[in-house]
């Protein structure tokens, strides 16, 4: 991370490797107070040089009393720094420091009621009974010498604290949306407790990131790979800023996209000013594909075919020595496998590879924030309200939706069937409340009867979710006369689909994609 522009006000967030670890840190960058995630076993000395205000424990899939468990430095818990442990969190330091953590009878997950028992800041002038959302397998059965309790649940201790050490933990997680005064309780850790200010806003971020970019630059130029998504459209934003028409920008045309995607992406883009070559090449990646079932090995085909295609393009012009690429915090965090002990679920190509492979120096102006902040980065900016809102979509586009071999009829039919789901999806008024809504084509095929005739044709699975981050999701209750709408017009105006089905898992388990 670089340093010069980091503010003054730091909190630093130690992972233990929960799922929720960046929602942690973001909901303290809401609050105005930088944030960063660092690993468990970040040694004391570099914990210090940071000055954090104060320290936030997340939560984890371990068992504290297991052999091989994360733990933090010892000397932490005395540093004078305040400290928030959250779940795993306030388990370690109960543990640590004396107390005892039990596996609970039942693993309580879910919401649950929490009666506020103490006196303390941290719930001062909130309700004395509050939902909270748990997720645990252990449970602090008794808080540590000189820890007073602060609120249970019906089966748990709720909150623990030490008011002179400075230390709080809390078993439930205030960070996510379902814990409804959760991020009243962060203020009060953060402000009441730790004494943050809260200054950090993205307006002096843009002023700097601008500026550094043009000093790193100096003359050179730089390329950027468009995708249409929100990531890659504010970095080439900010950079086409600070570069002008040294910044030169490319959107390759991988036959994968959703209908009419390349057109009224090119012209979005126009429309930005930004100088875009858009480049053809579905072909050549449909052809790779040929006979190609594996999801994995999907997506290494399309990476490496990308690859080419970006590095025969951009041989046309000339020596560049820079490459912009939209890479956000979560996607660093990824990557560098800070998240410990989580594992990588599915190879997301769009970090990595590229510019190693191609002797690029990298620029990631947005390498810093999470997705909303990169969306507001995009509003000061001038990015259009249609990239800004646009849905997610995977590198590989709708090669991960058709499950089973990709050929050009199995796209168009999933392509055709997609742009039904979105229409519908867009009448009803719903496009920018849900996170992704879309159509998977799967490999199996049910008879069915039109008219007098026996069918025996394929299923389209309707996947519509919402989610803050894309890191856990859960499916929309669509309205049945919307789903109707969209089963019936895929089935007659889709050939080769006899049967729609609606997809109703969260993740996880399940993950939002299929493949
Ligand atoms: P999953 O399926 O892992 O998806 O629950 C989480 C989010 O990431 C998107 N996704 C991708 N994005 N390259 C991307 O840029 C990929 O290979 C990729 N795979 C999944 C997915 O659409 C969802 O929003």
């Not at 003054?8 to 107070?33: A, P």
């Not at 953060?190 to 550094?212: H, P, V």
């Not at 991988?254 to 930004?274: A, C, D």
């Not at 019936?488 to 997809?503: K, M």
Request: proline fraction near 6%; glycine fraction near 10%; charged fraction near 25%.
């Amino acid at each position: 991370m670089r340093t010069e522009s980091s503010p003054s006000e730091v909190v630093l967030v130690l992972d233990f490797g929960s799922q929720y670890t960046q929602l942690i840190s973001r909901r303290v960058r809401e609050l105005g107070v930088y944030s960063e995630i660092v690993p468990f076993h970040l040694p004391l000395e570099r914990i210090r040089e940071r000055r954090p205000r104060a320290l936030i424990l997340s939560g984890g899939p371990r068992s504290v009393y297991e052999e091989g468990a994360p733990r933090c430095d010892p000397a932490l818990w005395d540093l004078g720094i305040p400290v928030l442990g959250i779940c795993y969190g306030v388990q370690l330091m109960a543990h640590v420091l004396g107390g005892r953590v039990v596996p609970s009878e039942r693993r309580e997950y879910g919401a649950a009621r929490l009666e506020v028992v103490g006196e303390s800041p941290l719930f001062a002038g909130l309700p004395r009974e509050m939902t909270v959302w748990m997720s645990h397998g252990d449970e602090v059965q008794q808080p540590p010498e000189g820890f007073q309790v602060l609120a249970r649940t019906e089966r748990a201790l709720g909150a623990i604290a030490h008011p002179e050490r400075r230390l709080y933990g809390v078993q439930f997680h205030p960070e996510v949306a379902h814990t409804p005064h959760g991020r009243e309780i962060l203020r009060r850790f953060l402000f009441d407790i730790a004494g943050c200010r809260g200054q950090w806003r993205l307006s002096a971020f843009i002023e700097s990131a601008i500026e550094r970019m043009r000093k790193e630059v100096g003359s050179g130029r730089a390329l950027c790979a468009l995708s249409g998504g929100v990531d890659s459209s504010v970095a080439a934003a900010l950079a086409a800023r600070a570069l002008g028409p040294r910044l030169i920008c490319l959107f390759v045309d991988n036959g994968l996209l959703r209908r009419g995607e390349f057109e009224e992406v090119l012209r979005l883009y126009e429309s930005m000013g930004l100088r875009v070559h858009g480049v053809r090449a579905g072909e050549r990646f449909l052809r790779r594909l040929r006979g190609v079932t594996d999801p994995e090995e999907k997506r290494k085909i399309i990476g490496a075919e990308f690859i080419a295609v970006f590095r025969e393009e951009a041989a046309r012009f000339g020596p560049v020595e820079f490459l912009v690429q939209g890479t956000t915090y979560p996607d660093v965090i990824e990557s560098t496998s800070v998240k410990g002990p989580s594992a990588v679920i599915k190879s997301h190509h769009n970090v990595g590879g590229l510019p190693e492979q191609l002797g690029f120096r990298l620029l990631e102006p947005l390498r810093e924030l999470f997705k909303d902040e990169v969306r507001e980065v995009g509003r000061h900016l001038g990015v259009p309200r249609e990239i800004l809102e646009r849905h997610p979509f995977p590198g590989p586009g709708l090669a991960v939706r058709v499950l089973g071999e990709v050929t050009p009829e199995r796209v168009e039919l999933v392509r055709a069937a997609d742009a039904i789901v979105l229409e519908e999806i867009r009448r009803a008024g719903l496009y920018e409340q849900v996170w992704q809504a879309f159509a998977v084509l799967l490999p199996v095929r049910s008879v069915g009867v039109m008219g007098d005739e026996r069918t025996y044709e394929q299923t389209i699975a309707i996947r519509v979710v919402s989610s803050v981050d894309g890191m856990t999701a859960d499916w929309v209750r669509l309205p049945h006369e919307v789903l109707e709408r969209m089963a019936n017009r895929i089935i007659s105006e889709v050939r080769g689909v006899n049967r729609v089905v609606y997809d109703i898992s969260s993740k996880p388990p399940s993950t939002i994609e299929w493949e």
